[in-house]
């Protein structure tokens, strides 16, 4: 089973407020990645880190989301400025090889 | 934009009956093939992945590759109520994985 922990597993806020929800992935897995995935079960990748170091990321995350993974902390998402469009559940994955373990997710509503 | 389309959108089998599920890339750069599974309020967790033509086998789970037609599927024999679940197909481009548009799968009892 899973042992990537993702809080808060519900958040809700209001358009332009912040959302910052964090991850712990599996211990000595070197690759973290931040999923979107919409209400219509459709996943978005969103950006993904090797030892805290950005790998990739889309343009959306440029913009209003950003994130970080130090060592010895979660790795956090935040949007900075909700929008009605960012409700969804937000998963976190971390790799050992090339099998992803993904968290439970952080559902995230934005009225 | 590359696609990952898988087929049907859901489907419904009877307990013991066997579930084919289908996806097709149209990325020809991906490396291997990998099936999820997700139940409702989890994350999705992976059942197997493959990367070689033809078949493999883990238990009641048996996926299939054809790496001309970029085509997989995943044949679940003796289905089970504890299947129900949607199910995922990812490609995996080395770089990182795009995930499928989903199957539905109900095993009614």
């Known amino acids: 089973n899973s042992k990537v922990i993702q809080t808060p597993r519900y958040l809700v806020k209001g358009q332009g407020q912040k959302a910052k929800m964090r991850c712990i992935p599996e211990?000595?897995?070197?690759?973290v990645f931040w999923y979107q995935q919409n209400k219509n079960n459709e996943f978005k990748f969103l950006i993904n880190?090797?030892?805290?170091?950005?790998?990739?990321q889309i343009d959306m995350t440029e913009k209003r989301f950003s994130a970080e993974c130090p060592s010895n902390s979660p790795c956090s998402l935040e949007i900075q400025s909700s929008e009605a469009g960012d409700s969804a559940l937000y998963l976190c994955?971390?790799?050992?090889?090339?099998?992803?373990?993904f968290g439970p997710g952080t559902r995230l509503t934005v009225l | 934009q590359q696609k990952v389309q898988q087929s049907p959108e859901s489907l419904s089998v009877p307990e013991g009956g066997m579930a084919s599920l289908n996806c097709t890339s149209s990325?020809?750069?991906?490396?291997y093939f990998w099936w999820y599974r997700q139940h409702s309020g989890e994350g999705p967790k992976a059942l197997m992945?493959?990367?070689?033509?033809g078949d493999k086998k883990e238990g009641r789970f048996t996926a299939h590759l054809n790496k001309a037609s970029l085509h997989v599927s995943l044949h679940i024999r003796d289905s089970q109520p504890s299947d129900s679940a949607l199910y995922f197909c990812?490609?995996?481009?080395?770089?990182?994985?795009?995930f499928g548009t989903g199957t539905k799968l109900q095993v009614v009892p």
């Open positions: 990812a490609a995996n481009s080395g770089t990182y994985q795009r």
């Open positions: 211990k000595g897995h070197p690759v």
């Open positions: 990325d020809r750069n991906f490396q």
């Open positions: 992945s493959i990367f070689s033509d």
């Open positions: 994955a971390s790799n050992l090889g090339d099998e992803q373990y």
């Open positions: 880190f090797q030892n805290q170091e950005v790998l990739q």
